[in-house]
């Protein structure tokens, strides 16, 4: 079984900035990749960022520039690094972790970003 535990959510003005964490625990097999995505209310989930075992990045093209994701292999962590904060960016941000052959997603529970003044 495998757990991720997600962090770093919260309450910030316009501007500002927050770093996720995901960590990854449990019955730990190969990491493929580790991402970032996030839900607003009434909006589909949306892909915010992924990055693979070897470092390779992929960003939503809006989110560029604002927003750096990346990751301790030996932690099993990923951090999502965001910047310049803008109200449209409130969601739940979830983790989500590929792991082993076939593939498996697994996601974390979510956390809070809220953006208001």
């Known amino acids: 079984q495998v757990q991720l535990v997600e962090s770093g959510g919260g309450l910030v003005q316009p501007g500002g900035s927050l770093r996720l964490s995901c960590a990854a625990s449990?019955?730990?097999?190969?990491?493929?990749?580790m991402g970032w995505y996030r839900q607003a209310p009434g909006k589909q989930r949306e892909l915010v960022a992924t990055i693979t075992s070897g470092g390779v990045t992929i960003y939503a093209d809006s989110l560029k520039g604002r927003f750096t994701i990346s990751r301790d292999n030996a932690k099993n962590t990923a951090y999502l690094q965001m910047n310049s904060l803008k109200p449209e960016d409130t969601a739940v941000y979830y983790c989500?972790?590929?792991?082993?052959?076939?593939?498996?997603?697994?996601w974390g529970q979510g956390t809070q970003v809220t953006v208001s003044s």
């Open positions: 449990g019955s730990i097999s190969s990491i493929n990749a």
């Open positions: 989500k972790v590929v792991m082993g052959w076939p593939a498996t997603n697994y």
